[in-house]
T-cell receptor
Framework: AQSVTQLDSHVSVSEGTPVLLRCNYS??????LFWYVQHPNKGLQLLLK??????LVKGINGFEAEFKKSETSFHLTKPSAHMSDAAEYFC???????????FGAGTRLFVKA | NAGVTQTPKFRILKIGQSMTLQCTQD?????MYWYRQDPGMGLKLIYY???????DKGEVPNGYNVSRSTTEDFPLRLELAAPSQTSVYFC????????????FGPGTRLLVL
């Protein structure tokens, strides 16, 4: 059975410092992994996705994530936080060959000036 | 392209009332989804559709009904509103199953009193 765990419910960083949002997953099959961002009162927007090509995935707005099969992790990083990055971030796992998409509980990112 | 649109943005219902949440997409996607998002939780799938005339239950279908008469529209019906249905509802669509990016609407905030 597949599952996804976002290890931090809240992360707070200062503007200009690195961002790390952690995600561990469990999947019986070759999964696809996604990170979505949700700004207040908005729908979810895709940041990046991994679908068994390169393990380091680059997304929009300077975010990237690395798929580590041995650690079953898909952590999201950004070298330098911007105030506009303050939002909720969701890690999502989806298995191939069927219809099953699981959302993590979300990590709220706060960015201090 | 408007993408995925949802109406209304916000609604207050009394217990036992009914309503329909509207969802329309203009990307000619075959696959459409309804999710609910409760505070501090990830999204839970209510119903999904793989094409006009074909719908199926997701993880939390009780208390809801859907129909899909056209490719563009996927309304969600609440027949007898209950306080437990207070949530934010998101409609999404995708080109195909699972591994594909889902495109989300802005959400409908529903309060049942």
């Amino acid at each position: 059975a597949q599952s996804v765990t976002q290890l931090d419910s809240h992360v707070s960083v200062s503007e200009g410092t690195p961002v790390l949002l952690r995600c561990n997953y469990s999947s019986s099959y070759s999964p696809s992994l996604f990170w979505y961002v949700q700004h207040p009162n908005k729908g979810l927007q895709l940041l990046l996705k991994y679908t068994s090509a390169a393990t380091l995935v680059k997304g929009i707005n300077g975010f990237e994530a690395e798929f580590k099969k041995s650690e079953t992790s898909f952590h999201l990083t950004k070298p330098s936080a911007h105030m506009s990055d303050a939002a909720e971030y969701f890690c999502v796992v989806s298995e191939s060959g069927g219809f099953k998409t699981i959302f993590g509980a979300g990590t709220r990112l706060f960015v201090k000036a | 392209n408007a993408g995925v649109t949802q109406t209304p943005k916000f609604r207050i219902l009394k217990i036992g009332q009914s309503m329909t949440l509207q969802c329309t997409q203009d990307m000619n996607h075959n696959y459409m989804y309804w999710y609910r998002q409760d505070p501090g939780m990830g999204l839970k799938l209510i119903y999904y559709s793989v094409g006009a005339g074909i719908t199926d239950k997701g993880e939390v279908p009780n208390g809801y009904n859907v129909s899909r008469s056209t490719t563009e529209d996927f309304p969600l019906r609440l027949e007898l509103a209950a306080p437990s249905q207070t949530s934010v509802y998101f409609c999404a669509s995708s080109y195909s199953l699972s591994k594909e990016t889902q495109y989300f609407g802005p959400g409908t905030r529903l309060l049942v009193l």
